[in-house]
């Protein structure tokens, strides 16, 4: 299984989770937000940073904003005015990526047309994510495929069919490695919609490393999918939950990106190896938590020992439980007293 190497860190299987602070367009258009998001992240210890590429006239057709959906609440800006205020322009795309590299935090985006691949390429973008929407654009993806760099797929609303067809056009292309992130498209997402055990459906029908997008609330779910092999986790992330936008109210707040962060890499930890390992510090415990050999009454030295006369206390530092059959029967060496512990040397 080929891992991704995304601006020198290596993702995949066997490799600490890799955690993605989605800001997408979190920053709302206001480039100070967005360096205030993008210290939080890092401040949260996130391994990247990701935006959301696409233009006024790339993503929504004139007859949508012509009918005005609303993606939030029915008092917010029309949909145009949206997407108007959200995109960043070119310029705002060479700032965030140049902050986000000063302050030492790997920065890339999703695309949404080949123009903005053209964009993020001048930007020497590391990687690129392909949003669940896109599945099924296959034009799209050949693009992408062109640049020869790291790409991760989102198959939320997907089929195991499209993503098997995303998977063949972008291998066919000639893409870098892909990562398949497993997604629920629903914002918030009900935990009991999430089904993580896809994740290992994924992995053995595509062989490819495979995440978790999360729209869940909190960090249990996307914490399960760390302990379930995810190799990376993406979530919406904003510093004010309460803040006007599409996903501030459902994005990870820095509170919950450290918990997430500080979580995957203890869980990561605590996977281990399946091979049954006792350790050093475990085999030292046994000295103080096991028990040892006493005597349950006075004895005399040349009496023999029966079950009756002996009992198992702590510490574990003489006579073990399980050598019982080696005692039994065998005469004292020395005068003993109930409770007193018995060694080795004081059988015959």
Same mark, same amino acid.
């Given at each position: 299984?080929?891992k991704?190497?995304?601006?020198?860190?290596?993702?995949g299987?066997? /490799?600490?989770p890799?955690?993605?602070?989605?800001?997408?367009?979190?920053?709302?258009?206001?480039?100070?937000?967005?360096?205030? &998001?993008?210290?939080?992240?890092?401040?949260?210890?996130?391994?990247a940073?990701?935006?959301?590429?696409?233009?006024?006239?790339?993503?929504?057709?004139?007859?949508?904003?012509?009918?005005?959906?609303?993606?939030?609440?029915?008092?917010?800006?029309?949909?145009?005015?949206?997407?108007?205020?959200?995109?960043?322009?070119?310029?705002?795309?060479?700032?965030?990526?140049?902050?986000?590299?000063?302050?030492?935090?790997?920065?890339?985006?999703?695309?949404?047309?080949p123009?903005?691949?053209?964009?993020?390429?001048?930007?020497?973008?590391?990687?690129?994510?392909?949003?669940?929407?896109?599945?099924?654009?296959?034009?799209?993806?050949?693009?992408?495929?062109?640049t020869?760099?790291?790409?991760?797929?989102?198959?939320?609303?997907?089929?195991?069919?499209?993503?098997?067809?995303?998977?063949?056009?972008?291998?066919?292309?000639?893409?870098?490695?892909?990562?398949l992130?497993?997604?629920?498209?629903?914002?918030?997402?009900?935990?009991?919609?999430?089904?993580?055990?896809?994740? /290992?459906?994924?992995?053995?029908?595509?062989?490819?490393?495979?995440?978790?997008?999360?729209?869940?609330?909190?960090?249990?779910?996307?914490?399960?999918?760390?302990?379930?092999?995810?190799?990376?986790?993406?979530?919406?992330?904003?510093?004010?939950?309460?803040?006007?936008?599409?996903?501030?109210? &459902?994005?990870?707040?820095?509170? /919950?990106?450290?918990?997430?962060?500080?979580?995957?890499?203890a869980?990561?930890?605590?996977l281990?190896s399946?091979?049954?390992?006792v350790?050093?510090? /475990?085999?030292?415990?046994?000295?103080?938590?096991?028990?040892?050999?006493?005597?349950?009454? !006075?004895?005399?030295?040349? !009496?023999?020992?029966?079950?009756?006369d002996?009992?198992?206390?702590?510490?574990?530092?003489?006579?073990?439980? !399980?050598e019982?059959?080696?005692?039994?029967?065998r005469?004292?060496?020395? !005068?003993?007293?109930?409770e007193?512990?018995?060694?080795?040397?004081?059988?015959?």
């Amino acid at each position: 299984m080929e891992k991704l190497n995304i601006g020198g860190r290596a993702v995949g299987q066997g /490799e600490p989770p890799y955690i993605i602070a989605e800001i997408g367009a979190n920053h709302n258009g206001d480039m100070e937000l967005c360096r205030r &998001i993008i210290d939080a992240a890092v401040d949260a210890g996130a391994d990247a940073v990701k935006f959301q590429s696409w233009t006024k006239g790339s993503l929504i057709s004139k007859g949508e904003y012509a009918r005005n959906t609303r993606y939030t609440a029915a008092n917010a800006p029309t949909l145009e005015q949206a997407v108007e205020q959200y995109q960043l322009s070119d310029d705002q795309h060479g700032e965030v990526f140049a902050y986000a590299r000063e302050r030492g935090i790997a920065v890339f985006s999703s695309c949404f047309s080949p123009r903005e691949v053209d964009l993020l390429e001048s930007l020497d973008a590391p990687a690129y994510k392909i949003a669940s929407m896109d599945v099924n654009h296959l034009p799209l993806l050949e693009y992408v495929a062109g640049t020869r760099k790291p790409v991760i797929l989102s198959t939320g609303m997907a089929t195991l069919g499209e993503v098997e067809r995303a998977l063949g056009v972008l291998r066919e292309a000639g893409s870098g490695p892909v990562a398949l992130l497993h997604c629920l498209s629903i914002y918030p997402a009900p935990a009991e919609a999430i089904n993580l055990r896809t994740m /290992e459906t994924w992995r053995t029908a595509f062989d490819v490393p495979v995440g978790y997008s999360d729209h869940t609330l909190g960090t249990a779910v996307p914490l399960g999918a760390v302990a379930l092999g995810a190799c990376a986790i993406e979530k919406h992330f904003t510093i004010d939950k309460k803040l006007d936008g599409w996903d501030h109210a &459902i994005s990870a707040d820095p509170a /919950e990106l450290k918990e997430l962060v500080d979580g995957s890499r203890a869980v990561f930890a605590a996977l281990g190896s399946s091979a049954r390992i006792v350790g050093p510090d /475990e085999i030292e415990k046994r000295k103080v938590f096991r028990r040892r050999m006493v005597v349950t009454r !006075d004895m005399k030295s040349g !009496d023999r020992l029966s079950a009756g006369d002996v009992d198992f206390k702590r510490p574990g530092t003489g006579i073990q439980p !399980d050598e019982l059959r080696y005692v039994l029967g065998r005469p004292l060496m020395r !005068d003993v007293c109930a409770e007193e512990e018995v060694e080795w040397a004081d059988l015959a």
